[in-house]
């Protein structure tokens, strides 16, 4: 999409209909409310206020006890002292989720950046092309929670690939792994999950970006004389860095919304020793589990603010494009 | 001498290539291999799977099958008991509202994005620049940080166990808006919805008949991401929906919680099989627009 198209657009119109006409134009404007109304209506009730309700739960006592409620009432932030106090202290599964989202996620940009440099490489002119993309982006596809089944099963202890190691001799028979006993291991299966879920979407982000590149830039760089390497590091990277950082991004608020695989595959208890319990596994166990909505409402509130920074990164790359208007 | 130079440099060019298609071949090897491993498993009976790993198909996929979407136990052909598993894990009832919900997620979805970004693209009203702001601030905050909120609400309201409560929310998506908003910059004249109102058509009506055709590509592409996503959708699905509700992922994830190692293996491939595969089907035939759906939505510069 050209920068060109987009700021010229929306310029041309008040110049053209504003000045024949110009009641009549004012007139139209007006019916701009009533198509962006249904949006705006839903957010609110559906998103805004939601929101400003979990927010103000965060300051209040609230919780099931047995099958009495207790309160609600006004703590102020005793509920933030308890989520940084309590035996399971909130840095724990945050560093957790962010331990599991960098597994997946450093390989998945090296990978993808690798493969998107040889998609569109006009040296070597790789064939099969779309089918490659069609077969990386596909677990992408996949449910979630259905994929992390999955290798519950091919993983658990008389699962396939326990079978598989047995018979190539790298553990005796009978004598599993048992993969979902140990921290590393589990932790690292998420990852690799992960991993399969996106290496396939971000290589074509990244392809995108590296055909935005003024191609003549690379003919430059052969023509000079530099190598692959040379190439990739003197032109591709720094032209790629904008992109590179909006992938990154984007995938850490992802990844601190992480959800489906770990919890389905330790089936909520974060198993072993909630060394895999995420962020958002803890939120949804305060509120299906303990029922402690003062905590969830604070714990949303931290979860808003680490979201919300990062947020703001993506905001202002993408306004960026709009700056012209 | 520079033939030779040539020469060293494409047989390099070979090599380089070799190995891009050796690593290209097995990470799709690696996409592909759990699925392979699924549907094949998903044939065998739960003996032979424990007994070890086959590389080939067995013949137990329809008994498999059958367990699995029957509700009452019936008797084989040697009077032996076969235990169905469709009253606990109702998977046939899953799909179906799965593709229920889904779909009328899509529709909604994609109608209202397109509807608002019209709004924000062809009028100029007051609050047009704060309103397109809003959404693009609000594009990136996670869902789960408002659930509490959105859990009370929906008790008030009376739609706890709802599937309005998955389909009225997906009229405001902020990220499907701003990929329409950026398909109309690229795609929509102004000159269009003049002729239309020259004709004599009302707002509504043009945005209906005149600019919803032309905006079908960008529909289309939204319609897919958005039906798997609210098709994949587990976590707000698993606090409001009861039994008699359950969606794919609900299912599947009832199963998980089942004593594990007393359960039959083979049923649980099939149920996995049977999750997966609709959307793997659809996916064969859709994946070229899918793929450049993402491409398009990727273009920042």
């Not at chain 1, 957010?43 to 919780?63: D, N």
């Not at chain 1, 069609?134 to 326990?162: D, H, K, Q, R, W």
């Not at chain 2, 709004?119 to 940080?145: C, D, E, H, S, W």
């Not at chain 2, 008030?156 to 389909?167: D, E, F, Q, S, T």
Request: charged share 15%; aromatic share 14%.
């Amino acid at each position: 999409m050209s920068d060109k198209k987009i700021t010229k657009a929306p310029a041309e119109k008040p110049l053209k209909a504003g000045k024949k006409e110009k009641h009549k134009t004012v007139q139209y404007d007006r019916w701009g409310y009533f198509f962006i109304a249904p949006f705006f209506l839903i957010y609110v009730i559906f998103s805004l206020i939601p929101l400003v309700t979990t927010f103000f739960y965060g300051f209040f006592e609230y919780y099931r006890q047995g099958l009495n409620w207790i309160g609600p009432k006004f703590v102020g932030f005793q509920n933030y002292a308890a989520i940084f106090n309590a035996d399971d202290n909130i840095a724990k599964y945050f560093l957790n989720t962010i331990i599991m989202w960098a597994i997946g996620f450093i390989p998945q940009i090296l990978v993808s950046l690798m493969l998107a440099v040889w998609f569109t490489n006009t040296e070597l002119k790789l064939k099969a092309q779309q089918f490659f993309k069609t077969v990386i982006y596909m677990p992408n596809l996949i449910m979630a929670s259905a994929f992390a089944m999955l290798f519950f099963t091919l993983f658990s202890p008389n699962g396939p690939i326990e079978l598989l190691i047995q018979r190539a001799g790298l553990r005796a028979a009978g004598d599993p792994i048992r993969f979902f006993t140990h921290a590393g291991w589990t932790r690292v299966l998420v990852g690799v999950m992960n991993f399969m879920m996106w290496y396939g979407n971000t290589t074509i982000l990244l392809m995108a970006g590296i055909m935005g590149i003024d191609n003549s830039l690379f003919e430059a760089a052969r023509i000079d004389g530099a190598s692959p390497m040379q190439t990739f590091f003197k032109v591709t990277i720094p032209l790629l860095m904008p992109i590179f950082v909006y992938v990154m991004i984007t995938s850490l608020i992802g990844g601190i919304q992480m959800f489906d695989v770990p919890q389905i595959l330790t089936k909520g208890s974060g198993a072993p020793n909630r060394t895999t319990m995420t962020i958002i596994m803890k939120l949804n166990n305060y509120l299906t589990i303990s029922r402690n909505y003062g905590r969830a409402g604070s714990m949303s509130v931290l979860i808003f603010a680490v979201t919300g920074v990062l947020s703001g990164l993506v905001y202002k790359m993408t306004m960026a494009q709009y700056k012209n208007k | 001498m520079d033939e030779i130079k040539y020469a060293s440099q494409s047989k390099t060019l070979i090599v380089r290539r070799f190995f891009c298609y050796l690593v290209l071949t097995l990470l799709a090897i690696i996409s592909l291999f759990p699925f392979y491993i699924l549907i094949i498993n998903s044939t065998h009976s739960h003996m032979e799977i424990q007994t070890g790993f086959n590389a080939l198909p067995g013949k137990s996929v329809g008994i498999n099958f059958l367990q699995l979407v029957r509700t009452q136990e019936w008797r084989g052909p040697n009077g032996e008991v076969i235990k169905a598993f469709g009253k606990n894990y109702p998977i046939v009832r899953g799909l179906i509202n799965s593709l229920f919900v889904s779909t009328l997620c899509a529709l909604v979805t994609t109608y209202f994005s397109a509807m608002t970004s019209y709004g924000l693209y062809m009028y100029n009203f007051k609050l047009k620049k704060a309103a397109f702001r809003f959404i693009l601030a609000v594009m990136m905050v996670p869902t789960q940080v408002s659930t509490l909120g959105f859990y009370q609400l929906l008790r008030k309201m009376n739609l706890m166990n709802n599937y309005l409560a998955l389909i009225v929310p997906a009229i405001a998506a902020p990220a499907v808006f701003f990929y329409m908003y950026q398909a109309m910059e690229a795609t929509l004249p102004y000159s269009i919805v003049e002729a239309s109102r020259v004709d004599g058509c009302n707002e509504f009506r043009t945005f209906n008949v005149v600019v919803l055709p032309m905006m079908k590509p960008a529909i289309a592409v939204q319609a897919i991401f958005s039906f798997v996503s609210s098709w994949n959708n587990y976590f707000i699905p698993s606090l409001i929906l009861e039994k008699d509700h359950w969606t794919v992922p609900l299912v599947v994830a009832a199963a998980r919680s089942a004593d594990y190692m007393s359960f039959n293996m083979a049923i649980i491939y099939i149920l996995l099989t049977v999750a997966i595969i609709p959307l793997l089907i659809a996916y064969m035939f859709l994946s070229k627009s899918i793929i450049a759906g993402v491409t398009a939505g990727g273009v920042k510069e």
